[in-house]
Nanobody
Framework: QVQLVESGGDLVQPGGSLRLSCAASGSISSRYMMGWFRQVPGKQRELVAGITSGGSTNYADSVKGRFTISRDNAKNTLYLQMNSLKPEDTAVYYC????????WGQGTQVTVSS
């Protein structure tokens, strides 16, 4: 069983920055593909960024050049550095891990507003 706990969500002004963290515990392996998703009420959860076990990354077009995903396998932690935040980035952000099974965190709220 794998547990994922996100942290770092906050209220920030447009143009600001935040770093989200996802601490993984349990039977987590560096083989897991991990990612960040986000969801706003009434819309489907969407992929923001993903990272493979080998470190390859992919991003949604809407966040390319502004967000950076990274992982520290020694600490079993996933990160999302978010810069130049926009109001449309407001959402609940979820951590996801997948290999043989898939797991979700409980989410952390990011609000971008002046």
């Amino acid at each position: 069983q794998v547990q994922l706990v996100e942290s770092g969500g906050d209220l920030v002004q447009p143009g600001g920055s935040l770093r989200l963290s996802c601490a993984a515990s349990g039977s987590i392996s560096s083989r897991y593909m991990m990612g960040w998703f986000r969801q706003v009420p009434g819309k489907q959860r969407e992929l923001v960024a993903g990272i493979t076990s080998g470190g390859s990354t992919n991003y949604a077009d809407s966040v390319k050049g502004r967000f950076t995903i990274s992982r520290d396998n020694a600490k079993n932690t996933l990160y999302l550095q978010m810069n130049s935040l926009k109001p449309e980035d407001t959402a609940v952000y979820y951590c996801h891990a997948a290999w043989i099974s898939a797991y979700w965190g409980q989410g952390t709220q990011v609000t971008v507003s002046s």
